[in-house]
Nanobody
């Protein structure tokens, strides 16, 4: 069964750091591009970063967030530094044959992990 499970969310002060993890089932991880998305209260879901062979970032997180993969663990990470109040939201992991900061290309989604940044 294909699944994605996120973890690592929490509540931190502005300027702090968090690392999100997304563990993928074996049959989902290997052939996939994977990405991170977030949705703040009252706003649409937006792409944060994704990677196939290379990494791509939304302008709002460039220089602060780093996406990476550990193939031995079937795990996608999102290291988030210099966090701001506007980074608050539910963060979702996604996987698909193609990568994009747009959500429509992804076939599989996790249930999300909540990030709250207090100013």
């Amino acid at each position: 069964q294909e699944q994605l499970v996120e973890s690592g969310g929490g509540s931190v002060q502005a300027g702090g750091s968090l690392r999100l993890s997304c563990v993928a089932s074996e049959n989902l991880y290997s052939p996939s591009c994977m990405g991170w998305f977030r949705q703040a209260p009252g706003k649409e879901r937006e792409g944060v970063a994704y990677m196939c062979n290379n990494e791509y970032y939304a302008d709002s997180v460039k220089g602060r967030f780093t996406i990476s993969r550990d193939n031995a663990k079937n795990t996608l990470y999102l290291q988030m530094n210099s966090l701001k109040a506007e980074d608050t939201g539910m963060y979702y992991c996604a996987a698909g044959r193609y990568g994009s900061l747009g959500s429509s290309v992804y076939d599989y989604w996790g249930k999300g992990t909540l990030v709250i940044i207090s100013s």
